[in-house]
């Protein structure tokens, strides 16, 4: 093959559609060679040398005007539509992986998905993302990815593997076999159509749900209740008292960037509001809506369902309604009963309980406190979790008997995140027909007959029903890279139907949604528009009657009565912000980010109270081994309930690729499945020390505010009286700044970033979505251990007060763009400088790396590139990037608007100054002054909180303005007279109910 | 001025009363090439202060305004910049750079002025007299005028004779 | 001119010129002795091992280091501060012991600027090494370019730039100056032609004429005039590279009259060290006295002391101000995790050197060496206490670290001493170690044989 | 033959008495006028301060060289010795002003009402009780010291002994070391807490540096006063010499501290020291311009040349000016934080004090002159001294 130069990345990708329109889709193949070609060019030549040679100052002039080859870059034959070099298209997708959803954007640039935003009129998710949202784009551009269909582990071409399929389906439809479809909750309507239609083609098939974090126990709980089984929608918006039973529904539990938006409604103190919620929050382990709730309590895992019933027993007997005794729980409930009682209708419980009854007796209280209708929603259903763990139970049993003929395993990995492996190996063994459809490298995938890899969702058409009339669509934003081909499609094929999966789509929506619709005058016309918006929203119900009676909750409440204490140390499996249940495991953004409990990157561990670790005679980063299966490092954790030890999940992958493979443990398989219930906890957990540690990468290794006033807090009564309570330092510091020369103004524009500290949670969507807009390196656990991260943004975690039940604050910190920037003036070669709208900007081209700036920068908010994270340098062969993220695919991600910075350069927040630039642009040709809020730093974007708020300063109405103005607002180490373009607004705890 | 009577001590104070002598009897010395600075011998042999302070100090001057105008100029009209929110006219910032040209141009214009003015230069290739004038020999040349008598000549050996002078030498 | 009995002789032995000039040239006469050959063995291999780590650093680049984000500078600028403050010594013995005309500078004046020289040029090379893309490093010059863009006269580092360059030249020009007629003795003593030649070259035609000798002291005079407020700039526009921050234990306002006397307690403690060895090696223990340790002795208690009490100032300030970050700094330098580093600073720099009131012990040369070398090793935990303890926790505890050193940096200041020490073998080599012109013209005063030749 | 015995004259007892006296009416007119308390304090603290410092540098003029087995200093040591008599009469007069009522009046710490969180903090250091703790300590080792120092430099003089000679050498070493510590702390308690919550490290050596100053400034004036009266014919245009150039020297050197403490306040432009100079820059700016022209650009320019530095009609004004100048430098760093803007000023309260102070000064140092000869013969060094020529 003739060798190619290309000028850049973009120019391979646009080629390769270019060439794409007019070629059989098969022809991908030929781009991984192109790129392998790409890569094998560089190798060390005589400009190496001279490279080299010029390190002599005297010689570096030479260098530099050194000739460069002349390269031509070849303009677009024809111009395709729609695509304007340098300015980014957003098409309105969904992103629903099973475990999280996400109405949202996708950033095209050049024919590139690079990055994801968050839908505004989707009103579920409301412009809000998570990290694992923000992250999925850089899944799209991952080398674990299957490229090519494969029978029986070799790459094989589609009409090959579909004509050894369809042999083997015909010939259990003619045995009448049964095939099973295996699949993470459903949500897409048309996807379960296609199901459905399979199904039909195949009769005796059947469908089973197996969700990872299944909700099994609230649909088991309401169908005993209601006599339905459904996720209802919740509204935190709508409670006044929050009492949650270790449901992390900020961070993991069914819907957190609804529930996120929903609770931060009520609790942010801005624009006149003066009430907040009181979150009351049980848990063993800490999770992050526990460290955000205003009283958290440490209860094991086993006491749960005892504090449960006791708090059912005293809202009974507050209802005027017989009780029973109960076993006394470890906390009083009485307060918090005649609490709730007071806000009748105004409250809202919840557990995480994998226990049936606990949900039972949960519900029981909700329905005493007549939340149902009002906090919660039984006529709109959360479509999130249909999978209950006896279904997948049955299926496993099925399966190793031998009952089932064919397998269809789609979008889920049990052999991986099913509690009994072994069942699944063996099953699948005995199996004649075993089709996975994974995108990516999994574990089950591995013992398939068959992989149909299908495409990455950013590849792929689809819709969603999130919640009762709550539908949404997602469109392919890219041609899919790979020989890869939709799911559906797939079935559609396999189940003989026409195979395209678009015009299934269309008319599905054509002839089932539309009629639902109002205003449109055809039905074209209404899917040009839903899939332009993204979402549907219908005015559907479901229809739930409401139970007379509590008696199936009391029934539980009765058999609670038996319930005995042990005494024994208990584990709780949980997932954290991050990977989560690890299907996104291979996603180096993702590992990198720290848990925004413990800051630690990279791995899983034990999480240990510090009473036990003292016990135990253990120290961070000791070997330990949990229930002889498994062994972990020791990470000791203030907050942890004294014998209760916590692993996150997600973690051990062994075939997910470079960079996941064997980072931390797969704790799964310490799960167990009892009576049909998946138990996400254990006692009678034997801890053993074993020989030796193992180093954990945290990217925060001091927890205290040493007393500084970094954190302003203060509580709600507090606030009632005087506003600026907690923030007294703020007034009195501010009289001192003087300076012995003149402030400089800024005319026009002045920009500044506020940040409510009261309802940022925590949750690391801001960090991935920095990361992801700013181009921001992954390092990998060794330079993290080095304190090396790059984020420019951090979410600073405090603990205060008792170190066995701390309080936990935290503080997103990035760049504080200060208009008196210490950073600038020591910079000798004027590489940081300030412009005139308060902009504390960068030079990377002019930055020669003296890190003067970073020593002198009070925050530490600069980012050294100690090695050549990027492959930017002008050496070869010295990149360090041992997880990949600068091969030829990966580099797609990369936002061509920000510059790849070399080996050697400071780097930092730019206030998103690409952002700013290109509406400034908009606003420039329309003529127009910019709007408040036009504008959005990739971090307020993403946030699901709007804890970030950013515009003009010299606008007072502009809300930052209004902010800055508020007695809640303070600057980070103000007294120094760095004068922040960054407020802060104090954090203010509901302490009374 | 090729003509010239060399005579040596071995005594820096034998030296400069015998130049005194000499020169009370009316020679015209030409010059004392010693191993070392000779305290009073400027003001026997008459020399003036010398006047390269001036010199430094007219190339300090020059450094200092150089220094500062450059940076200020910099500073307030080539290229201002906002750093830190520091004035354009950041005078205490000028200063240390200022300093450090002002001694840079001081010092090298002293001793380039000195180098030239004493014609002595990297591989300049002067008469050595004596080799031993760079050891303990004290060196003294009287020039002998063009045309000058035996009788003369005679007349200056005497009076270094007399002097004290040791190894008097007629050189033409 | 009169010189009171009661002062002790500078020169000993009763020497004439002649002998004056036979003894310091003797050890540039001949083939080197098997201990120059190991001495400058050891000194390559030393910086050897520094080019291989500077090969490491330019090529995989900073992180090969132990820094990181939160500390940005860790042994690098610590050795260029302690090589900078070695290079004090020689001309502040040149230009304020002249000033001052503290006649025993003679003796020591010429191979302590050379020190200082070697040492100003292993001190450069930190700023440069530690630029995280030297390729670009000339950036820092304000030269013309397309861009109109000139540096950032605001920068601490900016006038690093040009008070060390200034100070290397004027420091070398003035050393030079000095060297013109010694190198003219050489030249005339020299037995061969080529030596002749090159030195002949070198001594730009120094014939020892009145009139050069008269303006010879009148530049050495303004340039020592000159020279001094050099010294003190230089490392107070070190200093200024932290007391200019606003970093809890770097902005301070001592920081430039204290870092002034640091450098020169520093300086003085290498000229002992180095000229201890040199006296005895070369033997030249008649013009290297006792009697000039003794008084580099006194001059590192003085400043020694200086130092301390601006250790005591700083901590006590830092208590006093009321400021929690700065209390903290201090507190954490004294009992936080580098406890070790401020303690062995605390010791070195502030109670070791006490011990040189006792005068048996300033005039003990053994002692004075290892006292000296305690000096050495002090005064670089100083610079280390300074840069690392301070910026390893400021202001955020959240980004809060600790800094180890990886072997490339060790590799590099290793590479540093062997290149100072190399090179300063070579210099004893080729160029007369003690001012033999100057030791002659005090040689009449303050030799042994003075009161003989007393003339009054 | 020179006169080596110096004689206290009428004439000098009666203008120097007049000068107090003129002191002492500013001060009633002070009072009358209307000054209030706290400029009047101020103005006590200030010249007790300066001339206190002044009898201070004088000894470790002495100490120093001394030390330094320096031996041109021999011919005019004697006058450093006189100065430093002063510094008991300084205490004395301290120690009164602040027991009735100066204390008060100048520093803000002392007012329980004024202590906030950071005063508080200072509270074990800045209390009344060991304020005066402090004070005592200081004026009894000094004045102990100064005698001591005077009295070997007497004995060795008259009863020619070269073991009073090393006695001299080792009361020096003491003071200095002794001073190195009181100099800076003294200037903490009686300067810096007026602006108690400011704060600077480099603030003991500047104050310092800025009395070396003026008292090199003041023993040239002493030295040209003697020698119109007719004494010191032994002292040279050498010795002049180098007094000069230390006046020059230290001259520079003040600046440098002095630039080296507002260049890095000004820099870092934190709030809780940018406020010191915030202060001088607004209410006493033209004070604040004018310390540094007179005592930088003034001496720098006018002493640069070598004759300006041999000859008395140079030296003197420039000797004179750098004396007032320092007078200056010491009233703003006392006045903003003890007076204030609105109250403060230059008038005859200030100079009457000062032309008092002086008088009072001149008296002591006068009458402690003719308590030994002008020059002491028997020093080892007198010889070396007397034959001093150099070429620069």
Redesign the interface.
């Given at each position: 093959m003739e060798k190619k130069y290309f000028k850049s990345l973009d120019e391979l990708t646009i080629d390769f559609q270019k060439d794409n329109s007019n070629q059989p889709a098969g022809d991908k193949q030929s781009l991984l060679e192109m790129q392998q070609e790409v890569t094998s060019l560089s190798s060390a030549t005589r400009r190496d040398f001279l490279k080299v040679f010029g390190f002599t100052v005297a010689s570096a002039a030479i260098v530099s005007s050194c000739e460069q080859p002349v390269r031509k870059a070849i303009p677009f034959l024809i111009q395709p539509e729609n695509l304007v070099p340098g300015v980014a298209n957003y098409y309105a997708s969904t992103f629903f992986d099973g475990i999280d959803y996400c109405s949202i954007l996708i950033k095209v640039r050049d024919g590139r998905p690079i990055k994801i935003e968050g839908n505004s009129l989707s009103s579920v998710t409301a412009g809000g993302t998570n990290a694992r949202t923000q992250a999925s784009v850089l899944s799209l551009y991952d080398n674990a990815r299957y490229k090519n269909p494969m029978a029986k582990g070799v790459e094989t071409s589609w009409e090959d593997v579909d004509q050894q399929i369809q042999n083997q389906l015909s010939a259990i439809k003619t045995k009448g076999g049964k095939v099973a479809i295996v699949s993470p909750t459903i949500i897409s309507p048309a996807t379960q159509a296609v199901i459905n239609e399979f199904i039909a083609a195949y009769p005796g098939s059947f469908h089973v749900q197996y969700d990872t974090l299944s909700a099994s126990s609230i649909l088991k709980a309401n169908e005993k209740f209601f006599g339905k089984a459904f996720v209802p929608a919740y509204h935190f918006e709508k409670a006044e008292t929050i009492v949650s039973f270790n449901a992390d529904f900020l961070g993991n539990w069914l819907s957190p960037i609804e529930y996120t938006k929903q609770y931060v409604k009520n609790r942010k103190l801005t624009e006149g509001q003066r009430t907040m919620s009181h979150h009351v929050h049980f848990e063993g382990g800490v999770s992050l809506t526990g460290s955000n709730a205003d009283k958290r309590i440490q209860i094991r895992p086993s006491e749960e369902k005892i504090v449960i019933a006791n708090l059912y027993a005293e809202i009974k007997k507050l209802a005027g309604l017989s009780s029973i005794d109960v076993l006394a729980g470890p906390v009083d409930v009485k307060e918090l009963a005649k609490q709730l009682w007071a806000k009748k209708s105004k409250s809202l419980v919840v557990t995480g309980s994998d226990d049936t009854e606990s949900q039972l007796m949960v519900n029981g209280i909700n329905q005493l406190l007549e939340n149902y209708g009002s906090t919660i929603d039984t006529a709109v259903h959360l479509k999130i979790r249909k999978g209950t763990d006896d279904q997948m139970e049955l299926f496993v049993k099925e399966l190793n008997a031998g009952n089932i003929d064919g397998v269809i395993l789609y979008d889920v990995n049990p052999v991986y995140d099913y509690p009994q492996k072994d069942l699944l190996t063996n099953g699948l063994s005995k199996v004649g027909l075993s089709i996975s459809t994974s995108v990516m490298n999994d574990e089950t995938a591995l013992l398939c007959g068959f992989i149909c890899p299908d495409n990455h969702y950013l590849e792929s058409w689809n819709d969603a029903e999130i919640k009762t009339g709550f539908y949404s669509l997602a469109q392919p934003a890219i041609r899919p890279i790979f020989k890869t081909r939709q799911a559906q499609e797939s079935l559609l094929k396999w189940a003989g139907k026409p195979a395209d999966f678009r015009i299934y789509l269309q008319n599905y929506w054509e002839t089932i949604q539309y009629p639902k619709s109002t205003g449109y005058l055809s039905s074209t016309a209404f899917w040009n528009a839903k899939l332009h918006d993204g979402v549907f929203e219908s005015s559907e119900k479901e229809v739930v009657n409401l139970p007379f009676t509590i008696t199936t909750a009391d029934a539980a409440l009765t058999n609670t009565k038996n319930a005995t204490k042990t005494d024994s140390i208990e584990l709780v499996l949980y997932v954290n912000t991050s990977v989560g249940t690890g299907k996104h495991a291979n996603n180096p953004w993702l590992q990198e980010l720290p848990d925004p409990i413990s800051k630690i990157t990279w791995d899983n561990y034990i999480a240990l109270s510090p009473k036990l670790a003292e016990q135990l005679g253990l120290e961070d980063e000791q070997l330990v081994k949990i229930n002889n299966q498994i062994t972990l490092p020791v990470a000791i954790q203030p907050g942890q309930e004294k014998n209760t030890v916590s692993v996150a999940l997600g973690y051990g992958r062994e075939n997910a690729g470079i960079p996941s493979n064997g980072v931390g443990q797969n704790a799964y398989h310490l799960m167990k499945v009892v009576s049909g219930e998946k138990k996400y906890w254990l006692n009678e957990v034997s801890l053993e020390k074993v020989g030796g540690t193992y180093p954990i990468a945290r990217t925060q290794t001091h927890h205290s505010m040493e007393g500084r006033a970094i954190v302003r807090e203060t509580s709600l009564e507090e606030y009632l009286t005087d506003p600026s309570a907690g923030n007294e330092l703020h007034k009195e510091i501010q009289p001192h700044l003087k300076s012995l020369y003149e402030q400089r103004k800024f005319d026009g524009l002045h920009w500044a970033m506020s940040i409510d500290l009261n309802v940022c949670t925590g949750c690391n969507a801001c960090v991935i979505a920095c990361s992801a807009e700013n181009n921001v390196p992954v390092v990998g656990k060794d330079q993290v251990m080095m304190r090396r991260e790059m984020h420019w943004i951090r979410i600073d975690r405090y603990y205060s007060g008792d170190t066995d039940n701390p309080e936990f604050v935290r503080q997103p910190v990035m760049c504080q763009h200060c208009d008196n920037a210490p950073c600038e003036n020591v910079c000798p070669v004027a590489a940081t400088t300030h412009s005139n709208e308060g902009l504390n900007q960068m030079a990377y081209n002019r930055c020669i790396g003296t890190r003067y700036c970073n020593n002198n920068c009070p925050y530490k908010v600069r980012r050294f590139n100690f090695f050549d994270y990027t492959g930017a340098d002008v050496f070869q062969g010295n990149k360090k990037d041992e997880v990949q993220m600068t091969t030829d695919l990966r580099r797609l991600v990369l936002n061509p608007d920000v510059t790849v910075r070399a080996k050697g350069v400071i780097e930092k927040c730019s206030f998103c100054v690409q952002r700013i630039q290109e509406k400034k642009l908009v606003a420039k040709t329309e003529n127009r002054q910019l709007f408040d809020g036009e504008i959005k730093p990739a971090c307020a974007q993403s946030c699901p909180a709007e804890a970030i708020v950013f515009g003009n300063l010299n606008d007072v109405h502009s809300k930052v303005a209004i902010n800055f103005e508020s007695e809640r607002n303070y600057h980070l180490l103000e007294e120094l007279h760095t004068l922040p373009s960054v407020g802060y607004l104090t954090k203010v705890k509901n302490t009374i109910a | 001025m090729n003509k010239y009577i060399t005579a040596y001590y071995l005594d820096e104070e034998k030296l400069l009363d015998g130049l005194k002598q000499v020169k009370a009897k009316g020679f015209k010395i030409a010059d004392v090439l010693s191993p070392f600075p000779v305290h009073g011998i400027d003001k026997v042999l008459g020399l003036r202060r010398s006047r390269l302070t001036r010199v430094a100090f007219i190339g300090g001057a020059i450094g200092a305004i150089t220094g500062f105008g450059f940076q200020a100029w910099v500073f307030t009209m080539a290229y201002p910049i906002n750093f830190g929110g520091k004035p354009f006219f950041a005078a205490p910032s000028f200063i240390p750079v200022a300093f450090e040209t002002t001694v840079l141009f001081a010092a090298f214009s002293m001793v380039f002025a000195f180098l030239i003015a004493s014609k002595l230069l990297p591989g300049n290739d002067p008469v050595i007299h004596d080799e031993r004038v760079t050891d303990d020999h004290f060196l003294v040349i009287i020039d002998v005028a063009d045309g000058s008598s035996t009788d003369e000549i005679s007349k200056i050996e005497k009076a270094l004779q007399e002097a004290g002078a040791e190894g008097i030498k007629y050189k033409a | 001119?009169?010189?009171?009995?009661?002062?002790e002789p500078l020169i000993r032995g009763n020497k004439?010129?002649?002998q004056v000039?036979k003894d310091i040239l003797a050890p540039m006469a001949g083939t080197p002795s098997k201990y120059w050959y190991m001495g400058i063995a050891l000194a390559l291999s030393a910086a050897l091992f520094g080019a291989w780590a500077t090969y490491v650093t330019?090529?995989?680049?900073?992180?090969s280091w132990?820094?990181?984000?939160?500390i940005?500078?860790g042994w690098d600028i610590t050795n260029f501060v302690w090589w900078v403050g070695i290079g004090h010594a020689g001309t502040f013995i040149s230009a304020i012991l002249l000033?001052f005309?503290q006649k025993w500078r003679t003796s020591i004046n010429r191979s302590a600027e050379a020190m200082t020289l070697i040492a100003v040029m292993c001190a450069g090379f930190f700023?440069?090494i530690?630029?995280?893309?030297?390729?670009?490093?000339?950036?820092?010059f304000?030269y013309p370019n397309t861009r109109?863009?000139?540096?950032?006269?605001?920068?601490?580092?900016?006038?690093d730039?040009?008070?060390i360059s200034?100070y290397f030249?004027?420091s070398l020009?003035?050393w030079y100056?000095g060297l013109?007629?010694d190198i003219?003795?050489v030249?005339?003593?020299a037995k061969t032609k080529i030596r002749k030649a090159i030195y002949?070259?070198?001594s730009?035609?120094?014939?020892?004429?009145?009139?050069?000798?008269?303006?010879?002291?009148?530049?050495s005079?303004?340039?020592a005039g000159?020279?001094a407020?050099?010294v003190?700039?230089v490392h107070?526009?070190v200093s200024?590279?932290f007391?200019?921050?606003?970093?809890p234990g770097w902005?301070?306002?001592?920081?430039?009259?204290y870092f002034v006397s640091g450098a020169v307690f520093s300086g003085f403690a290498m000229v002992l060290t180095l000229l201890i060895i040199t006296r005895k090696a070369l033997h030249l223990e008649e013009y290297i006295t006792v009697n000039h340790i003794e008084s580099m002795n006194k001059i590192i208690i003085l400043t020694g002391?200086?130092v301390g009490?601006?250790y005591m100032?700083?901590f006590f300030?830092a208590w006093?101000?009321?400021?929690?970050?700065e209390m903290?700094t201090f507190v954490n330098r004294a009992f936080g995790p580098y406890a070790w580093a401020y303690w062995i600073m605390m010791t070195c720099n502030v109670i070791t050197p006490q011990l040189f009131w006792f005068k048996k012990i300033r005039t003990n040369v053994l002692i004075t060496f290892i006292i000296s070398i305690f000096v050495n090793i002090g005064m670089w935990f100083e610079r280390f206490v300074i840069v690392v303890s301070s910026?390893h926790?400021?202001?955020?505890?959240?980004?809060?670290?600790m800094y180890t050193p990886s072997v490339v940096e060790v590799g590099l200041y290793v590479g540093t001493l062997g290149l100072f020490f190399t090179l300063f073998l070579l210099f004893i080599r080729v160029f007369p170690v003690i001012a033999?012109?100057?030791v002659?013209?005090v040689l009449?005063t303050s030799g042994e044989n003075k009161n003989h030749?007393e003339?009054? | 033959m020179e006169n080596l015995t110096f004689t206290l004259t009428k004439k000098i007892v009666t203008i120097c008495l007049i000068m107090v006296s003129i002191g002492l009416f500013a001060l009633v007119y002070g009072v009358v006028a209307g000054s209030g308390g706290e400029r009047i304090a101020a103005n006590i603290l200030l010249n007790n301060y300066y001339f206190l410092g002044m009898g201070l540098i004088g000894l470790f003029f002495v100490a120093v060289h001394a030390i330094a087995e320096s031996g041109w200093q021999v011919s005019v040591q004697r006058i450093g010795e006189a100065m430093s008599t002063f510094i008991p009469v300084a205490g004395v007069l301290m120690l009164l002003f602040f027991a009735f009522g100066g204390l008060h009046s100048i520093y803000d710490w002392t007012h329980p009402d004024h202590i906030d969180e950071i005063l508080a903090k200072k509270a074990p250091y800045l209390n009344e009780p060991f304020f005066y703790i402090r004070l005592l300590i200081y004026f009894t080792v000094w004045s102990l010291l100064a005698y001591y120092i005077r009295k070997s430099s007497r004995e060795l003089d008259s009863l020619n002994d070269i073991k009073y000679f090393h006695r001299l050498r080792k009361f020096s070493a003491i003071f200095i070391v002794v001073y190195a510590i009181t100099s800076v702390m003294s200037s903490w308690d009686w300067l810096m807490s007026i602006d108690a919550h400011w704060f600077s490290t480099l603030y003991g050596w500047y104050v310092f540096m800025s009395m070396m100053v003026s008292g090199i400034a003041l023993i040239i004036i002493i030295l040209y006063l003697l020698k119109r009266m007719g004494y010191m014919t032994h002292v040279n245009n050498e010795h002049v010499h180098d007094l000069g150039k230390y006046l020059f020297g230290f001259s520079i050197f003040w600046a440098y501290l002095w630039f080296s403490q507002y260049m890095l306040i000004w820099y870092a432009n934190i709030p809780e020291e940018t406020i010191y100079y915030y202060d001088r820059l607004h209410e006493f700016k033209p004070i604040f311009m004018i310390n540094i022209v007179i005592n930088l650009a003034f001496p720098l320019l006018v002493l640069m040349t070598r004759n300006s530095k041999r000859v008395f009609w140079m030296l003197i004004p420039v000797a004179v000016i750098v004396f007032i100048g320092h007078w200056i430098d010491l009233y703003q760093l006392i006045m903003p934080g003890a007076v204030g803007g609105e109250k403060a000023g230059i008038g005859f309260l200030e100079i009457g004090l000062t032309i008092g102070y002086l008088g009072l000064f001149f008296l002591v140092v006068f009458y402690s002159l003719t308590k030994a000869p002008l020059v002491p013969k028997n020093h080892p060094f007198y010889k070396e001294s007397m034959d001093y020529h150099t070429n620069y």
């Open positions: - | - | 001119m009169y010189v009171s009995p009661i002062r004439d010129y002649s000039t330019l090529f995989t680049g900073i992180g132990g820094l990181n984000k939160t940005g500078w000033l005309r700023p440069l530690h630029m995280g893309r030297l390729f670009l490093g000339f950036f820092i304000p109109a863009l000139w540096v950032n006269f605001n920068s601490p580092l900016l006038w730039v040009f008070a200034t030249a004027v020009i003035f100056v013109i007629p003219g003795t030249r005339d003593k002949g070259f070198l730009f035609g120094w014939t020892g004429s009145a009139k050069h000798w008269s303006r010879h002291e009148t530049v005079l303004i340039l000159l020279a407020p050099l003190l700039s107070t526009i200024f590279d007391a200019t921050s606003v970093i902005h301070t306002t001592i920081f430039p009259p002391s200086i009490i601006a100032t700083e300030i006093y101000s009321g400021n929690e970050y903290f910026l926790r400021d202001y955020l505890p959240s980004s809060w670290s033999i012109a100057e002659k013209s009449k030749s003339h009054e | -």
